[in-house]
């Protein structure tokens, strides 16, 4: 597909897809919700289609083996430079929820949740924080491929160029040494975690979230 291709498509793609979201404020006649997620993928797959035309970044959702709880993962970020973790609250279906109440979630509290572990191996840089899901239209891969609440690699990325161009000055620079390195980021409710590592390995355990933090501190030091 050429990017002219791609750009066309992309626009009549997101015109139905405004067309979807106003079915859905509307009364219900069944199937806008279908249509809806029909419509979404096809403009995020016409997004990366076109940012790969261009040579631009794209982010590109992953299957993620530990997910999240929407609401409140409440994610935790522990690094020494040698090694780097992601910790938070995975995705606990409750059923006897049916839309009418929210759980509040303490990461102080003493209770037994289900908790993941992200160790980014080789981690090379993070940053967390800023953009929450309310301002994530403003991220720079929104409108290429970004998805909320979900985990990516970002194609082409910008932030390893930049760092490739920074360590180039280095006398033994080798190029090929980054041909391993991947741009993760991860879309929380509240948070955005984006790192460069060569791989990820995930984890669960049954705990508090404070003797979770406690025990994955020591191994961040072991």
């Known amino acids: 597909m050429t990017a002219d291709d791609a750009r066309q498509e992309l ?4 015109e139905e897809l405004s067309a979807a979201a106003t079915a859905l404020r509307g009364k219900h006649k069944g199937g806008e919700w279908e249509r809806y997620r029909i419509v979404h993928a096809q403009c995020l797959s016409l997004e990366r289609e076109l940012a790969r035309a261009t040579s631009d970044e794209c982010a590109v959702e992953i299957p993620w083996p530990q997910r ?27 059923p006897n929820w049916d839309g009418s109440y929210a759980n509040v979630v303490d990461p102080a509290s003493d209770d037994l949740r289900l908790i993941a572990v992200i160790e980014f191996e080789r981690c090379l840089i993070h940053k967390f924080g800023s953009p929450n899901d ?26 390893i160029a930049e760092l490739m161009k920074i360590n180039s000055v280095h006398s033994q620079y080798d190029p090929d040494t980054w041909k391993g390195y991947q741009h993760y980021l991860l879309a929380f409710h509240d948070e955005t975690f984006e790192c460069v590592a060569r791989a990820y390995s995930c984890r669960q355990t049954l705990a508090s979230f404070p003797e979770a933090l406690e025990l994955w501190t020591r191994n961040l030091l072991a």
């Open 134 to 159: 309310e301002v994530l239209e403003g991220h720079p891969l929104h409108g290429r491929g970004l998805v909320a609440y979900a985990a990516h690699i970002v194609e082409r990325s910008r932030w």
């Open 11 to 14: 626009e009549a793609a997101r």
């Open 68 to 94: 999240w709880e929407v609401g409140a993962p409440l994610p935790h970020v522990l690094s020494s430079g040698a090694r780097t973790f992601v910790i938070y609250n995975m995705r606990e279906p409750d």
